[in-house]
């Protein structure tokens, strides 16, 4: 069964830190642009970040450019979002995306809660 993983949610003080992975099930996610999305209570769904498939090149939204960083581990068809200096506003679930513009498949995963507080 295809499918996306996404795992290290919890619990966090403000300015705490948290790596969420996300690994991929039957397919390789080399070939496909991956992201993660967030959508916080009474929020509307946003991509935090995302990185392309063959360049790697990586984007983020204003509000956690210079403390959250996406990468990817192809050998272990995973890819990270590591997440520093977390503050109250980042509290959301935190879903992995993948999609392949060439065959325009993609896939999401479950949602992981991230839950920033003192």
């Known amino acids: 069964q295809v499918q996306l993983v996404e795992s290290g949610g919890g619990l966090v003080q403000p300015g705490g830190s948290l790596t969420l992975s996300c690994t991929a099930s039957r397919f390789a996610l080399r070939d496909y642009h991956m992201s993660w999305t967030r959508q916080g209570p009474g929020k509307e769904r946003e991509v935090v970040a995302s990185?392309?498939?063959?360049?790697?090149?990586?984007n983020y939204v204003n509000s956690v450019k210079g403390r959250f960083t996406i990468s990817r581990d192809n050998a272990k068809n995973t890819v990270h979002l590591q997440m520093n200096g977390l503050k109250p506003e980042d509290t959301a679930v935190y879903y992995c995306?993948?999609?392949?513009?060439?065959?325009?498949?993609?896939?999401w995963g479950q949602g992981t809660q991230v839950t920033v507080s003192s």
């Open positions: 995306h993948a999609y392949d513009p060439s065959s325009n498949s993609d896939y």
């Open positions: 990185i392309t498939s063959h360049y790697n090149k990586t």
